[in-house]
């Protein structure tokens, strides 16, 4: 009878450890994109590098493999930024530990020659398989892609960009030549497989979720173009995917032969850290979800060095970060149509104080602003921060027709900022950047394609920013010689001395039908 159950105990014992072995391992491959400088916690307590380094050790901890990347825009959003141009943000990637990651288009917002000063103290692997920099600042500082080895799998993961037109500017990006998103990243991870033996290739994008046209590809184009490429972690949209979530985008995608291909974002602002489980024996996703960043992790962010690092960048982002400016009624969301609402109508109100022109409208890019205000007080460091661009404003000279197809390209972007004169509605168009406009007035009157309108915007955009082509032809005939962010502050300053708090109206100027 003993020797039965000594048998018995030998048999389960050799099933338990076999049963081990047969486990499949995996590789945990953690991702943030459009972290956005938000080295501290954001105004609703989300975020914070030392939280998201306590997480990252931890999965570190429980797990054999741990891939981290990074998919651009690590920079431009706090006042961080606005100080140190980058250096906390570049510091933060190497201590971290990231093993690649990706320029977005903000990291051109200072340049290319301090991104090489930069990029020539980081370890961190920087990867760009379809920008051709040859004879620019940047010239050799970037790869097309690398190759790690997990449970003897060899993953391959390829950097892609998106069409620098429209998104930097082009001060900022001379000599830079784009090659398509879409067909480089075929091309790269075919590659891949078929010389280097790749086993499982990621592409890290900075090109949006979708919306793309095919000369400026999205992820979705990516895939449904692809047949080579089994991942994709992207940024630059800002999206949100999460299939845990009841209204998220999909985040399974068909590539060019029906397969299915997992397509991961994680939002912005560091508020987020993708969890992407792939099985290294049949190489398919077993878990994919996003992890928060939150005051959870507080208790596990004992890091001497690293705040020892970030102590006097902060006191002087705190020194900014706590004086008081201005005054908010309400909280008012970066996003919302309140925040849109104000800050084309101080742009209004700021350019009719500084000049003697008359000026129908103001038109701004929601993309200008970087933060949200909270019920209390506006700090002078908030300001900076939701403001952070050297922007100056500028007036034009419109015809009706330019003006137009200016609202439409607006619209095609799901709408954006015009003063209290103006109101548009719109339709989108398919695979077209932009919208049909159904209703446009200024002052009550339906704009004339044939007549002329003064309006203020931003350099930026009339650059050509934003894609808006159809302000490049217009004619100048005022430049401000101050930063927009800095007539922002003095506003707001105006404001509260004589008593008034920032409370703008809901109501929607651009309206999509």
């Known amino acids: ?60 901890q429980a797990e054999k493999y741990v891939m981290l990347l990074d998919a651009g825009d690590a920079v431009q959003g706090t006042v961080y930024f606005n100080l140190f141009k980058g250096e906390v943000e570049f510091a933060m990637l190497d ?16 340049g290319m020659q301090p991104l090489k000063r930069f990029f020539g103290t980081m370890h961190t692997p920087r990867l760009n398989a379809n920008y051709n920099l040859a004879g620019t600042p940047l010239e050799g500082l970037f790869k097309p892609y690398i190759i790690k080895e997990y449970g003897g799998k060899r993953i391959g993961v390829v950097g892609i960009n998106l069409l620098p037109e429209g998104m930097i500017s082009p001060v900022n990006s001379v000599g830079v030549e784009y090659s398509n998103a879409a067909e480089i990243a075929e091309l790269t991870a075919a590659f891949l497989k078929r010389v280097e033996h790749v086993d499982y290739v990621v592409v890290l994008s900075h ?20 047949r080579n490429i089994d991942l994709v972690i992207g940024g630059h949209s800002h999206t949100v995917i999460n299939p845990a979530a009841t209204k998220s985008v999909p985040w399974l995608l068909k590539n060019a032969e029906g397969r299915e291909v997992a397509v991961t974002q994680t939002g912005s602002s560091g508020k987020n850290v993708g969890y992407i489980a792939l099985d290294l024996d049949s190489l ?18 004992d890091y001497p060095q690293l705040r020892a690092y970030l102590a006097p960048f ?61 019920k209390g007080i506006v ?11 050297d922007n100056k404003i500028v007036v034009l000279k419109m015809s009706g027709r330019q003006l137009l197809n200016a609202l439409a ?40 394609a044939d007549a002329t309108y003064t309006v203020a915007t931003l350099d930026y955009l009339a650059n050509g920013g934003d894609y ?46």
């Open 1 to 60: 009878m003993k020797m039965g159950i000594k048998i018995l105990l030998f048999l389960a014992a050799i099933a338990w450890f076999s049963n081990i072995e047969l486990q499949a391992e995996r590789l945990v491959i953690l991702s943030t994109n459009d972290t956005h400088s938000q080295i501290d916690a954001d105004y609703a307590d989300r975020g914070g590098i030392l939280r998201r380094k306590a997480l990252i050790d931890s999965v570190r």
């Open 207 to 226: 090109v949006g979720y979708n919306g793309g046209v095919e000369a400026n590809p999205t992820d979705d184009m990516i895939v449904s173009h692809s």
């Open 95 to 110: 201590s971290l530990g990231y093993d690649a990651y990706i320029v977005g288009n903000h990291e051109f917002d200072n």
């Open 314 to 374: 902060k006191a002087k982002v705190d020194s900014l970060m706590n004086h008081p400016v201005a005054h908010c009624a309400c909280d008012v969301g970066r996003s919302s149509a309140m925040m849109w609402n104000f800050v084309a109508d101080a742009a209004f109100d700021i350019i009719s104080e500084i000049s003697s022109l008359k000026i129908d409208m103001t038109i701004m890019n929601a993309g200008g602003i970087r933060q949200s205000f909270t």
């Open 379 to 389: 700090s002078e460091g908030l300001v900076n921060s939701m403001f952070p661009f």
């Open 468 to 513: 808006m082509v159809p302000m490049t032809t217009c004619e100048r005939i005022f430049v401000d010689t101050m930063k927009f962010g800095n007539r922002m502050l003095l506003y707001l300053k105006e404001m509260e001395r004589k008593g008034r708090k920032v409370n703008p109206t809901k109501k929607q100027r651009m309206v999509r039908k």
């Open 409 to 448: 390209v607006m619209g095609g972007r799901g709408g954006d900022l015009v003063s209290r004169q103006a109101y548009v509605e719109y339709t989108p168009v398919s695979d077209s950047k932009m919208a049909r406009i159904l209703k446009a007035t200024v002052g009550g009157k339906t704009i004339d």
């Open 284 to 301: 398919r996703i077993a878990d994919y979800r996003l992890m928060p960043v939150d005051r959870r992790y507080d208790n596990r962010t």
